[in-house]
């Protein structure tokens, strides 16, 4: 399982679909790997990329490339698509998660600091 934020999956995948708007394959291939991350439960992080196991009965390693007939033909793949939206779901939370920590150290400096002047 892959555990993601449906909030950061969401905005990931509206930023996709906005980037990619003038490219129509693009965008189907985000739908459809939104799709497969919300439902597929055979969906999971390697080290590099994804491992999908797809409903065609195949298995993919995804990230910039992947092994799929799409990607043969030079075509946009929704696994290709999964394998980012993934990354940048990750990356998003690692930001929120480093921007929370630092928050939390600022706080208990102003507290002691604070308590220095009380």
């Given at each position: 399982?892959?555990?993601?934020?449906?909030?950061?999956?969401?905005a990931?995948?509206?930023?996709?679909?906005?980037?990619?708007?003038?490219?129509?394959?693009?965008?189907?291939?985000?739908?459809?790997?939104?799709e497969?991350?919300?439902?597929?439960?055979?969906?999971?992080r390697s080290?590099?990329?994804l491992?999908?196991?797809s409903?065609?009965?195949q298995?993919?390693s995804?990230?910039?490339?992947?092994?799929?007939?799409?990607?043969?033909?030079?075509?946009?793949?929704?696994?290709?698509?999964?394998?980012?939206?993934?990354?940048?779901h990750?990356?998003?939370?690692?930001?929120?998660?480093?921007?929370?920590a630092?928050?939390?150290?600022?706080?208990?400096a102003?507290?002691?600091?604070?308590?220095?002047f009380?």
């Amino acid at each position: 399982m892959l555990n993601l934020s449906v909030s950061v999956l969401a905005a990931v995948v509206e930023q996709a679909l906005k980037d990619a708007s003038q490219h129509p394959r693009w965008t189907n291939a985000i739908r459809r790997a939104f799709e497969e991350l919300d439902s597929n439960p055979f969906i999971e992080r390697s080290e590099h990329g994804l491992l999908i196991g797809s409903p065609s009965g195949q298995c993919y390693s995804a990230n910039g490339v992947c092994s799929c007939q799409a990607y043969e033909y030079g075509n946009p793949c929704w696994h290709r698509a999964a394998s980012r939206i993934v990354r940048l779901h990750d990356e998003k939370i690692t930001t929120t998660q480093e921007r929370a920590a630092k928050l939390t150290r600022a706080a208990a400096a102003e507290a002691a600091l604070n308590e220095c002047f009380a």
